[in-house]
């Protein structure tokens, strides 16, 4: 089976932002949510009107994630949202606050991988080690329904050959309703996955329908969507990515390949636990805090129509009879107001990720679910547990963090078979996503590891 991984087109922008400060940077937060608002700046006929980072024709945000942790509140959008809503926000807080919040220099591209099947434990590390081994720092986001790995813009060429090198598929954004701002084309080659590469292809349903990516086991949808999209890691990229060998046997179910990890592997994880422990990086499990994984539900035609009737409707006679489906057509304004409430509400701990092709998805409290009504599907009743870890003392350029830790967690014979691993980077820390049991599991590992937190 080939992993197919495609750059999603235009920029991204991480925003750091303090948790004393989430009050105060609501406002950006939520006109990004709900981008209809930026549109109240054009002129309804000029050609303004497009605005970048969201399809053309639903206005849906190409990607957005907007994190809220114990740790910090983390947000990943279009860089021209950064620009326009969030610097100004900045700009207007005293200067000792805002020097506080940090937005990143460099932007990044996101991966989103296509196709799965792959050792649910074994994703993360298998999507994150190709990059890892070729040094290139990462972000990774698991979803209900995919894996999305962000890479900097800069190292893109980089990205391209070390994934090509391991025998993924790589090509632009298949969306039709694609971003304005179609930054993207990159070589596409098929080349066959070798077998003994651990892949974590997400699973990301092509062209709009949406089977999570946790179909077979409805209880841990959370966990092995972590996007890592990066193939499996050698040390050499030795392979030309222009001349594809001869696609292999196909792998055999994941339940009975085992992760043979590869000699660079153990030294790329003991790199890993040596720099998180120089830096005091030591595992946290936030006491009471049980999370779940969700979904939005899909929004119909049907329904889309009848929004876009009702409208029409209750527009006859008014001056604007060129009335255009906007945003608020499109989307199920139901599930936006239990977000919204739920972001006003100064959560502990809601991860929404946003992004065109899949309805939206929610890693979040247990405790905020009534809020949300009927508005999300999912398995509740399978709580999650984050293991935090706190990235701040590490540097930039960072890297193999991801694929370190679950590495050296899927390792682990307790948690090799059928264990979900999912992973969430926000702009300073990072979370790996387990069940009650396997978390417990991972804290006896990475404790002796790396130290307990006070």
């Known amino acids: 089976m080939n992993a197919q991984v495609s750059f999603l087109s235009g920029t991204y922008t991480l925003i ?13 937060i939520l006109r990004t949510l709900l981008p209809q608002t930026q549109s109240l700046n054009f ?3 000029s050609s303004e009107y497009e605005l970048p980072g969201l399809a053309s024709v639903s206005q849906q945000h190409g990607f957005l994630n907007i994190s809220v942790t114990p740790i910090e509140c983390s947000v990943v959008c279009h860089s021209s949202w950064a620009r326009n809503v969030f610097h100004p926000a900045i700009a207007a807080l005293p200067p000792a606050l805002a020097a506080r919040v940090s937005v990143f220099q460099d932007t990044y591209m996101i991966l989103a991988v296509i196709s799965a099947g792959l050792h649910p434990a074994g994703r ?7 990059l890892a081994f070729a040094g290139i720092p990462i972000f990774f986001i698991t979803t209900y329904y995919s894996d999305f790995i962000l890479v900097p813009t800069k190292e893109r ?14 090509s632009d954004s298949e969306s039709d309703d ?10 596409s080659a098929a080349l066959g996955l070798h077998q003994h590469e651990l892949h974590d292809l997400h699973q990301r349903h092509l062209h709009h329908h949406h089977h999570p990516h946790h179909h077979h086991h409805h209880h841990h949808h959370h966990h092995h969507h972590h996007g890592d999209p990066a193939p499996p890691p050698d040390d050499h990229d030795d392979a030309s990515p222009s001349s594809p060998p001869s696609p292999p046997p196909p792998p055999p179910p994941p339940s009975s390949r085992p992760l043979q990890l590869l000699p660079d592997y153990d030294e790329l994880q003991a790199r890993t636990f040596e720099l998180l422990h120089k830096r005091s990086v030591v595992p946290r499990v936030e006491p009471g805090l049980e ?3 969700c979904s939005g539900r899909e929004t119909s ?14 527009r006859k006679g008014s001056a604007d009879h060129r009335y255009r489906r906007t945003w608020v057509d499109h989307v199920d304004a139901k599930l936006y107001t239990c977000i919204v409430s739920a972001l006003v509400s100064q959560p502990r701990f809601l991860s929404l990720t946003l992004a065109q092709d899949d309805p939206p998805s929610l890693l979040l409290d247990k405790q905020l679910l009534p809020l949300f009504g009927d508005t999300l599907v999912g398995d509740t009743d399978a709580v999650l547990v984050p293991i935090m870890l706190d990235l701040v003392s590490l540097p930039f350029e960072s890297t193999g963090i991801v694929c370190g830790v679950a590495g050296r967690l899927v390792k682990d014979d307790h948690m090799s078979e059928g264990t979900e691993l999912s992973y969430l980077s926000t702009a300073r820390a990072g979370a790996v996503v387990l069940s009650q049991e396997q978390a417990a599991w991972a804290m006896e590992i990475l404790e002796p590891l790396l130290g307990k937190s006070p």
């Open 291 to 293: 999370l779940v994984q």
């Open 178 to 187: 694609d971003n304005n701002t179609n930054t993207t084309n990159s070589a």
């Open 301 to 314: 035609p049907i329904q889309q129509a009848y929004n876009a009737h009702r409208s029409s409707m209750s």
């Open 124 to 130: 993360v590390m298998e999507l994150s080690s190709p």
């Open 43 to 45: 002129a309804r006929d």
């Open 16 to 28: 750091h932002i303090p948790l004393d400060l989430y009050a105060q940077l609501l406002q950006p």
């Open 157 to 170: 060429d980089k990205v391209s050959a070390a994934l090509l090198a391991k025998g993924f598929e790589l």
